[in-house]
Each structure stands twice: as C-alpha cells, then as structure tokens.
C-alpha cells in the first residue's frame, strides 16, 4: 500500500513539473484558441469563378438598404398592401415609412389607460385629412371622437385607440 | 433748423444710392454665350413618391468675380426641401454647444476649507447659538453647500436619426432661403484673399461663408486666399455640421459635395441596418 502511495506521488510530482514548463493557456475564449492552418483538412470547397453563382452568394449578404416591396397587385397572407396612392391624388399625402409600413402608432400613457393614436408623415392639408379622418371613424364607432393637429412635424394625434380604423381608411385611399 | 435741414439733405443722398440688391435670383444681367448650360436631370428611384418637387438650383462658377450660372442641376427633395423643424435644428446646436462644454467652475465644500476641526465654543451655557465648526456654510468664509465642482462636463448623445433630420432640415432651410449656392468647383484663379471678398460682394453672400468641398484637400489658391479672412471657411464634406450651417449666412457646396451629401443621407435614411446600428444606445441593454 505504502508503495503505491509513493508511486502515486511520484507520478504527481511528474505531471506538476511538466505542467510548469508549459505556458498557461485560457481555452475559455474563442480569441485564444489556436488558429486553423490548413481549412482543407476541415472543409472541402473549390473555388469558382462562374458569374452565374454569385446571385447565390449575394442573396446570403445582408442588404445595405431596406428592399422595395413587391409590386402592386399582390395578395400576402400577412394583409399587407402596398401604397397606391400618387402624392398628387389627394390635397394631403401620407408617405409610408422607411420599412414600407403606414405611419401609424399607437401610444399608451405608463400604466396603459390614456391611449393615443398618432399618425406621421403627413404632408399637404393636415386639415382636410383631419376631416375625413375623424369623418370615417366617427361614422364606424357611432363616437365622438377628439384629435389634435401639430401642422409643424405634420402629425395628428387621435384620443384612443383607434390603429387599424385610421389604417381601414388609409388603404381605400391607397396610402 | 440746421438741424432740419442736414436731415433732409441726408435723405436726399440716401435716395440717390443705388437700390440695394436682396437677393440672388434676380435675372442675370450678363450675357454668356460660351457657357454650355450643364442641365443634370437625375431619375430618383423613389422619384413617382415626392409630395415635394424634386429642387432645382443654379450651379456657378467661381473663377470670375461675376456670377456665371453655368447650369441646372437636380437635388433630392428629402435632403434638400424637408420640412423646416426648428425645433430639431435647435436640438442640434444646443447639442453641439454642449457636448464640448466643460465648466471649470469650482468651490471648497465645508472640508476642503482651511481649519474648522474644533467646535467654536460650548454646546450648552455661553448664550450662543450651537455651532461645531467655524466653516459650516452658515458662516462667514466658510464652505459652499451644492456649490458647482470642477470639472462638469456636459456631454451627451443626441438620437442617430435626430442629427440626420436636423442637417436635412438645416440644408433645407438654407436652400429655402437662398443661402444655399452650388459651385462647379473651388478653383480661383488667384490666392489673393481681396478676390474672395469681392466676389462675396459681388455676390451678396454676406459677411461670412462656408465653403464645402468632396475632399479634405483643397485647392491651393482658395485655401491661400481664405486663410486670412477669419469668416471664410473651407470644410470638406464629411464635417459639414449644422452648427457651422447656421454660423455662416451662405454655405457654397461644390456639385460633387451636395451629391456625396445627399447620397450620404439617404443611405442613412433607408439603411437596413439600423437596429444594429442603434444597439449601443438602447436603454433596456440586455
């Protein structure tokens, strides 16, 4: 027994020695690991030079700016419709957003009661939007509804909630 | 009565001036025959979807005194005709002057001040008021409460896409009011600055102008002939800035500059990206 004690201390003193004469290595990250040299013995790949297959390539590469949206016409299960309206159709024009989406919003006070809905983008006569606005929606809900005009960014804000009202309204006028 | 009439010979001189020019759209009086107008339409992708018409500005030149209008060129009209948002061009400045403010103003809090370590006098039984230290703030020479404490830096981050409104707003505006001229290039043919200042005479450009170039380096005879005059500057496009917009009346972008801004811009504008761009900032960090 006491044999195997010393040779099992014998063996430690061993491996502590050759663990000195490394040097520390962290494996926590992947910064530290060492580099791959040779890719072939991983991966198998051949380089092409074929136009044809760059659209392969390209359609993986993130887009530098937002795509267009399809063209008119086009049913999605998702409802979404595209803008129709020209900016000249109307006295008031309503310009989608960066992403293509109408500009409406719903903005609720901290704990959720105060509701309001907020439309952007507006260019044109705010005033006649607002009539035919409040116009549809009062018409739909049987309310009386109360809004408010800032004609300098060109939003208006609605009192509750009423998003997909106002979105109802903007799509059979092609916004 | 000299009085009186030293008033009246005064305004019968006033009246014999020349009417004084306000604006620069005034038909041009001389003829150019050799200049080939340079008309540059562009086609803008999103072009059928402009509420605002697309602008069209007089480019010039500025290797003669007298203004040449060599052409028309076409400019976006979601860069150069947004709306006029004071109130985002105000966001702007403040944040510009504030961002570099550091106030060195300094006070000694009631520690810091010299002495003061023993209690004055007696807690009970002198008639007095109870006191511990000599430099509390009620006193006389003693320290300042809540006093301002040196350095206070005033630096933060206006939202990405508040900046970007506030130059489109701000090139705009300038534009709107005639203070917005395009130049073919910043070639003059000397490094005289008297021909800088005549020119901006000649020009109605008043006092102080910007000058924006694509690149960083400019030509030699403008960079001679502006280094002298305090209120002429040259920047390149990449600082242009609505700080230094507003500071000067006119901003005179060369043809290249006004495309590489709007070009930059709308990139801004329509950049896929912007969720990455704006992570660092987002307040509900994960």
């Given amino acids: 027994m006491a044999a195997l004690r010393i040779f099992a201390r014998g063996n430690l003193v ?91 919003y719903l903005y609720r006070s901290p704990r959720g009661i105060k509701k309001v809905t907020e439309i952007t983008k507006i260019q044109g006569n705010i005033w006649a939007l607002e009539h035919d606005i409040k116009k549809y929606v009062e018409e739909c809900t049987g309310r009386k509804i109360a809004t408010q005009i800032h004609e300098f960014a060109g939003l208006i804000k609605v009192k509750g909630d009423y998003v997909n009202r106002v979105k109802e309204w903007m799509h059979t006028k092609g916004f | 009565m000299s009085m009186l009439f030293r008033r009246i010979v005064n305004k019968l ?72 948002r004071i109130d985002i061009i105000h966001q702007n400045v403040r944040w510009q002057r504030m961002y570099r403010w550091v106030s060195y103003a300094h006070t000694k809090t009631r520690a810091e001040v010299r002495g ?22 009620l006193w006389r020479g003693g320290g300042v409460a809540h006093g301002p404490r040196s350095p206070t830096p005033h630096f933060y981050m206006l939202p990405f896409y508040t900046r970007i409104a506030g130059l489109t707003a701000t090139l705009s505006v300038k534009l709107a009011q005639d203070d917005l001229h395009i130049v073919d290039e910043l ?21 102080s102008v910007l000058f924006i170039d694509s690149y960083d380096i400019m030509p030699t005879n403008i960079t001679l002939a502006t280094d002298q005059i305090k209120h002429v500057n040259i920047m390149p496009f990449y600082g242009l800035n609505v700080y230094s917009m507003l500071k000067h009346n006119t901003l005179v972008l060369t043809e290249k500059a006004a495309r590489l801004i709007e070009e930059k811009l709308l990139y801004h504008l329509h950049r896929a990206d912007n969720n990455q761009l704006l992570r660092p900032f987002r307040l509900n960090q994960q």
Wanted: charged content about 25%.
């Fill in chain 1, 14 to 104: 061993v491996t502590t020695t050759l663990s000195v004469s490394q040097i520390q290595q962290r494996w926590g990250s992947y910064k530290s690991s060492s580099k791959y040299m040779t890719p072939e013995d991983y991966t198998d790949y051949e380089i092409t030079k074929d136009e044809n297959e760059w659209k392969y390539v390209e359609r993986l590469l993130p887009y530098k700016i937002i795509p267009k949206p399809p063209t008119i016409g086009n049913k999605f299960p998702s409802g979404y419709k595209p803008a129709s309206a020209s900016p000249k159709d109307n006295p008031y024009f309503i310009e989608r957003t960066k992403n293509y989406m109408q500009p409406v």
């Fill in chain 2, 13 to 84: 001189q006033r009246a014999t001036c020349p009417p004084l020019k306000y604006c620069t759209t005034v038909e041009n009086q001389a003829k150019i025959d050799d200049v080939v107008p340079i008309i540059s339409e562009i086609q803008y992708d999103d072009g059928n979807n402009f509420y605002q018409k697309p602008r069209q500005v007089w480019l010039e030149n500025l290797n003669t005194v007298e203004e040449k209008k060599l052409g028309l060129i076409t400019l976006h009209p979601h860069i150069y005709a947004a709306a006029p």
């Fill in chain 2, 116 to 137: 003061g370590g023993r209690k004055p006098w007696p807690q009970k039984g002198t008639g007095r008021a109870r006191h511990g230290s000599i430099r509390s703030p």
């Fill in chain 2, 187 to 207: 070639e003059i043919p000397t490094s005289e600055p008297s021909y800088v200042e005549q020119l901006i005479e000649e020009r109605n450009w008043g006092p």
